[in-house]
């Protein structure tokens, strides 16, 4: 459970002790335990052993439906996760800089990390005795926009005409079903800002002239600000969690891996 700017016996009051209530009538429960913290909550589920784990994964979302209607209307849907014990990895793959300090080490570590997600970790969950690989500790870059005050001020433009004028230039319509005979089509309108680019090229309506972003403000891209860090030998690191496959051998996993 995640509720952004709610102290634990906020959280706990308002929203874990229901959910609780309405999960402890689960056929097959042996033992549940929640945990709550600023911020966010964890509530775990035990069946007893012979309970099908498929069907009491459904019933848990049964469960957690009906007690949406009466938790507070702003609470986003809590996050369900079934785990057995073919879920634990297997092995741990860590990633690491062999030289960080041959250039900037943030923007390096950025680039190992989408190497990482885009590349190694694709790779490797396509191995037959693969299930899964868990990705810990990337970094994730943002986009940035600080717009300069001064000339925003005597060209009487407001962050609200930036923000607005980002929203109109940045629109993705889908659902759209057009009818010709027999035949049905399905559109979607991409109108997206993919790159810095894009962004810095956008038109703000300035006096009744259009000028880009990039004359207005500063844009760029940087880290994303961290929540957390995984070491390997003391050296930041990316870690991938390899989960078997149901029907393969550790032996083989091993080799595939290496």
């Known amino acids: ?28 429960l042996e033992d549940i335990q929640s945990e709550t913290r600023d911020n966010k909550a964890i509530i775990r589920l035990r069946f007893s052993y012979g309970t099908n784990t498929d069907f009491a994964f459904i019933e848990v979302n049964d469960k957690v439906d009906a007690s949406m209607a009466g938790l507070p209307r702003e609470v986003r849907r809590p996050g369900i996760i079934k785990a057995s014990a073919t879920d634990i990895p297997v092995f741990l793959l860590n990633v690491s800089l062999n030289n960080p300090a041959q250039r ?13 997600e885009t590349v190694i970790r694709k790779r490797i969950e396509q ?8 990705l810990s500790g ?4 943002e986009r940035y926009i600080i717009p300069d005050k ?17 929203a ?5 319509v889908s659902g759209i079903i057009v009818r010709d005979g027999q035949l049905q089509y399905s559109l979607i309108f991409k109108n997206e800002l993919r790159s810095t680019d894009d962004v810095k090229n956008v038109l703000i309506p300035v006096q009744g002239q259009p000028i880009p972003l990039k004359d207005l403000a500063e844009v760029g891209n940087r880290q994303q600000t961290q929540q957390g860090l995984y070491l390997s030998q003391g050296k930041q690191a990316l870690c991938l969690a390899l989960v ?12 595939e891996v290496n």
């Open 1 to 28: 459970v995640t509720h952004p700017n709610t102290t634990a016996a906020d959280l706990e009051r308002s929203i874990v002790a229901g959910l609780r209530t309405r999960l402890q009538q689960l056929p097959g």
């Open 104 to 116: 900037s080490e943030n923007s390096k570590f950025m680039e190992l990390s989408n190497f990482t």
């Open 127 to 134: 191995l037959n005795s693969v299930a899964f690989a868990d």
């Open 138 to 141: 990337a970094v994730n870059p």
């Open 150 to 166: 001064a000339r925003c001020q005597s060209l009487g433009v407001s962050v609200e005409t930036i923000e607005s004028t980002l």
């Open 168 to 172: 109109q230039n940045n629109i993705s």
């Open 244 to 255: 078997k496959s149901s029907d393969a051998r550790i032996e083989t996993m091993r080799d």
